[in-house]
Nanobody
Framework: QVQLEESGGGLVQAGGSLRLSCAAS????????MGWYRQAPGKQRELVAT???????NYADSVKGRFTISRDNAKNTVYLQMNSLKPEDTAVYYC??????????????WGQGTQVTVSS
């Protein structure tokens, strides 16, 4: 099993920045790709960004150019740097991890989530 613990959420004004962190523990050798999802009230869950073990990244169109996903394999940590935040970025953000690298990201592990609120 793998445990994922997010940190870094909070309240920020529109145009501001936040950095989310996610520390993985447990059977980390089983982790390949990692990603961030978000879910806003009354909306479907959205895949925000993914990163492979080799550092290849993908982003949702809604965050391209504003968010950056990165990982430090030595620290077993993945980050989500969020800049130029908008009120529509308000959501609970979930860190995820996958045991296998697939064409379409499919996580096996989920964190508890961290709230990000962007005020206008």
């Amino acid at each position: 099993q793998v445990q994922l613990e997010e940190s870094g959420g909070g309240l920020v004004q529109a145009g501001g920045s936040l950095r989310l962190s996610c520390a993985a523990s447990g059977n980390i050798f089983s982790v390949n790709d990692m990603g961030w999802y978000r879910q806003a009230p009354g909306k479907q869950r959205e895949l925000v960004a993914t990163i492979t073990s080799g550092g290849i990244t993908n982003y949702a169109d809604s965050v391209k150019g504003r968010f950056t996903i990165s990982r430090d394999n030595a620290k077993n940590t993945v980050y989500l740097q969020m800049n130029s935040l908008k009120p529509e970025d308000t959501a609970v953000y979930y860190c995820t991890a996958a045991r296998f690298s697939r064409m379409h990201y499919l996580p096996d592990y989920w964190g508890q989530g961290t709230q990000v609120t962007v005020s206008s």
